[in-house]
């Protein structure tokens, strides 16, 4: 075995959050007021250009999420190689079949307040699906290729003094461009900021925390800054805005202050305890205040080391963490901070406490709230390097944007205390040969130089390969995307002494869905494009969840994994990616929608340490299959239970390690259906029945439930309440197979704004309000207005009693 090297990196702080009109500084979000419209229109540049016709939008806008499906969109003739494909065959779902291809443009204006000579205009995009060239009064400013990417430009030199000012933005979104959803449009926010010449740089505050003790932190602040004879004071707050220091310096080294200050007694970032203190930077001119930011950080402490694994703050402990594309279901890809916060609800109830972006740079407001409610963060950068696994790729811009690319990730994201490790690239075609290497070492050194607290990871797919070459031995973290077969051997020959989990198990399902015989299976096909959610079923390439518990329950030099997906996604449909109508994933432990499919209480059993985990699988309505072998699963995080069927003892089943299903599941096997009632009673070591749970066979289907996840929206025109309905019968028991087509209306102070039913095969459109239910359940967005009151939401379907539901937005 090599010698193994111990990986340290210690950091860091939190995200940049300045006040709308901070003193000397105004940062203006332009949401409204949009133009939007799709073709060339080769004019649409100029400063009065008539775009009276043209759509009305807000932005953040995803263009293509309207639909309608269609088999025909970007459908491709591929070998899939991370598959294993050799042979090219059809594929139609895989980027969603949504109409995300295509030129399209958006137009703006706005004004600069109090704009004079001595003042300069930023102009910042937080992502623009894709390759956007920006105009300001009919002249261009500047383009930028990465559609993932933040980006701003400084635009003082165009804007007028004056009156109004013309923004024009040309998309263009290339087929073969995307191994999922991509989206389209201006998906994340656009903001303008107008400062003082003398002033604090975009993205110029560096906060780390290079030295962590119980008494005492170091909490060093670097700032680099655009001026002459300037001056920083900065006031640190704790949670509750009580100044606990404060520290001011006109020591300049070159355009940059450093400030090393003291915070006594520190509160320490976790997952379980995500304290966020503020620091306040003030610029100053002799006594005149020029520029001011607030940035929100948190202290902590990450070390790698060989064979033990990770520490948080000198604990050591794994990453239960899942990957995440960045589309939102039924919203598409238009950020949304109340989805994306009902995400991460969901997963923490789920016990998960890190999140993969896979496989692009998260967005600002996701990073937020993972600070905010304590979730690690591996943050991703590419899919592809110099070699494509698309046509129209990253790779066409790798050489000449990858270094930049990564400069604005770093800088934009650093402050963030959820980020403990960056990912320059997942399952990249260079992993073989020694341009390869190169190109992995010199994206690593890219990450050091902008950021030396971290390090930096890659999701290897071809281990061998990269065994072979040096490939991951370079890496600070070796990650294996899936290959559970080779950690041994990864581990005896990489030096690091560690080995994670960057993308893990694939296993395949469809919520409430169950096929029979219950057995294990590779690439399973069904007639009806559904997978079964006993949770046996993966890809040729992939895993069952239980052989990844394994390593990491066994292996103390296993630092974690992050599971294939938290969610459905749109597109890539494995396994039917070469059926039609499928055009999402059944990767999720979640569905498209949100709701948790049966494999949710599996890793929620092991993961979930706080709370008890009980959860009876399949649902009990099985007309026709009366005496026939139905399998009971449970998923517990008791190690036995005694099964019963209408009042008889099937057995107790105790985890064994028997298989590795048996050692984390309990089942029965030879369980006859028959109407009725299935109760399960756990018991706790001693023996001592501790919890129950059953499930009953549904009666005929009477009215419609409604659930919403928040009660009080915000008045502001972007909240959302996502209303789960289900079926139920005369005794409230949920109808798992009701299939009813749906309608939804919206009265009050809000609207309708999505469906979605987690069908993978569905073609209903999302924004269309009436639906389909799928395995009895599906989901309602209802969107606030920016009037304040009472927002009503009833839903109607066909022989069903109606379902209102009430709330308010304040």
Partial sequence: MNTKKSVFFTAIIVFTSICIYAQKRAIIELNNGWKFSKGKKELAFQKNFNDANWESVSVPHDWAIYGPFDKEIDKQIAAIEQNGEKIATEKTGRTGSLPYIGEAWYRNEFSTPNFDK??????????????????????????WNYGYNYFYFDITDYVADNGKNSLAVHLSNLGESSRWYPGAGLYRKVKLIVKNKESIDQWGTFITTPIVAVDLAKVTIKTKVSGENLRIRTIIKDVNGNEIAINETSTLFGNEFEQNIAVKNPHLWSPETPYLYTATS???????????????????????????????????????????????????????????????????????????????????????????????FLAESFDEWAKPKVKNGYHRFFDT???????????????????????????????????????????????????????????????KA????????????????????????????????????????????SRGVYKFPVVKAVSKQYDDFQSSSYDLEYCSWSNLPEDDFILQDDKPWVIGEFVWTGFDYLGEPTPYDEKWPSRSSYFGISDLAGLPKDRFYLYRSRWNTNDKTLHILPHWNWEGREGQTTPVFVYTNYESAELFVNGKSM??????????????????????????????????????????EEIHTAEKPYQLKLEVDRTNLEANGEDLAFVTVSVVDKKGNSCPTATQQLNFSVTGKGTYRAACNGDATSLEQFHLPTMKLFSGKLVVLVQSTSEAGKIELTVTGKGLKRGKLAFNSK
């Fill in 118 to 143: 001595n003042k300069k205009v930023i102009l910042l995009f937080e992502g623009a699906m894709s390759e956007p060239k920006v105009f300001i009064n009919g002249e261009k400013v500047g383009e």
């Fill in 282 to 376: 003030q610029i100053y001119v002799g006594d005149v205040l020029k520029d001011e930011t607030t940035t929100r950080f948190g202290i902590r402490t990450i070390k790698y080391e060989a064979n033990k694994g990770f520490s948080l703050n000198g604990e050591v402990r794994k990453f239960k963490g899942v990957c995440l594309h960045h589309d939102l279901g039924p919203i598409g890809t238009a950020i949304n901070k109340a989805a994306l916060r009902r995400q991460l609800t969901i997963l923490k109830d789920l016990g998960c406490n890190a999140i993969r972006s896979s496989h692009n740079m998260p967005s600002l407001e996701q990073l937020e709230l993972c600070d905010e409610m304590g979730f690690m």
């Fill in 401 to 463: 944007d990858a270094e930049k690319d990564i400069v604005n990730l770093v800088q934009a994201t650093r402050n963030h205390p959820s980020i403990v490790m960056w990912s320059s690239g997942n399952e990249v075609p260079d992993q073989w040969g020694t341009e390869g290497v190169k190109r992995a070492k010199w994206l690593q050194d890219i990450f050091h130089r902008e950021d030396p607290t971290r390090p930096v990871t890659v999701g290897m797919d071809q281990v």
């Fill in 466 to 509: 990269t065994m072979a070459s040096g490939f991951g031995a370079l890496m600070d973290i070796p990650g294996l995307n899936y290959r559970v077969h080779l950690y041994e051997e990864a581990f005896g020959k990489f030096p690091q002494g560690f080995i994670l989990g960057s993308e893990t198990a694939s296993t395949v399902s």
């Fill in 651 to 692: 057995g107790i089943q105790r985890k064994n390690n028997a298989t590795p299903q048996n050692r984390y599941r309990l089942m029965w096997m030879d369980v006859k259906y028959e109407p009725g009632t299935v109760k399960v009673v756990a018991f706790d070591k001693q023996g001592k029945a501790v919890a129950e």
